[in-house]
């Protein structure tokens, strides 16, 4: 069974890096799929980040690929994620999910709420 | 502004059938068969449902069916039942100006 798992700070301050990393249990990073990220501000709806295949080939959301890093670690089978000079608005919950290509996100993981405030 | 427009709400009765658009360009939706749908109830991250525009994932009750015409997808649930309700979302694949995905703003179904 495929899990994936958020983990990093819960608060950060405006200007400062929001840093997360998933970690996946059940299958290879090492693998055909991409590992991506997907955020939602409070009551609002998605918005796709990035993601990352174990080839290095990395997807970027336009509007966000000035500010956004992602990385896979095949060591601890896990995926990172940062996103540079944070404001209000980088406020959201933070999903990290398999894709399996095309426009789909079969699994996620359970989500983390990162608060950016002072 | 999300990059793909969906209705704000749809409501059906149960047993009836309710179908949600959306809306997008030649750049996404209109361009790639690669259109998915996801369900997303309060509190919980999104679970996909219909994936490139028609397929259902092991799992995915048949009452759920997705279509595509020119820049517009649908997601169609018939027999509408009370743990229908939720948020649904449209995602696309769109290659302009480089490979990503783009998201619909959301559609509450609610079972009257």
């Known amino acids: 069974q495929v899990q994936l798992q958020e983990s990093g700070p819960r608060l950060v301050k405006p200007s400062e890096t929001l840093s997360l990393t998933c970690a996946v249990s059940?299958?290879?990073?090492?693998?055909?799929?991409?590992w991506g990220w997907i955020r939602q501000p409070p009551g609002k709806g998605l918005e796709w980040i990035a993601n990352v295949k174990y080839t290095g080939y990395i997807n970027y959301n336009p509007s966000l690929k000035s500010r956004v890093t992602v990385s896979l670690d095949t060591s601890m089978n896990q995926f990172s994620l940062k996103l540079t000079s944070v404001d209000a608005a980088d406020t959201a919950v933070y999903y990290c999910?398999?894709?399996?290509?095309?426009?789909?996100?079969?699994?996620w993981g359970q989500g983390t709420l990162v608060t950016v405030s002072s | 502004q999300s990059a793909l427009t969906q209705p704000v709400s749809v409501s059906g009765s149960p047993g009836q059938s309710i179908t949600i658009s959306c809306i997008g360009t030649s750049d996404d939706v209109g361009g790639y068969d690669y259109v998915s749908w996801y369900q997303q109830h309060s509190g919980k991250a999104p679970k996909v449902m219909i994936y490139d525009v028609s397929y259902r994932p092991s799992g995915i009750s048949d009452r759920f069916s997705g279509s595509k015409s020119g820049n517009t997808a649908s997601l169609t649930i018939s027999g509408l039942q009370a743990e229908d309700e939720a948020d649904y979302y449209c995602?696309?694949?769109?290659?302009?100006?480089?490979?990503?995905?783009?998201f619909g703003g959301g559609t509450k179904v609610t079972v009257l």
């Open positions: 995602g696309s694949y769109r290659n302009s100006p480089a490979s990503h995905v783009v």
């Open positions: 059940g299958v290879s990073v090492n693998n055909t799929y991409h």
């Open positions: 999910a398999r894709d399996r290509g095309g426009a789909t996100s079969d699994i």
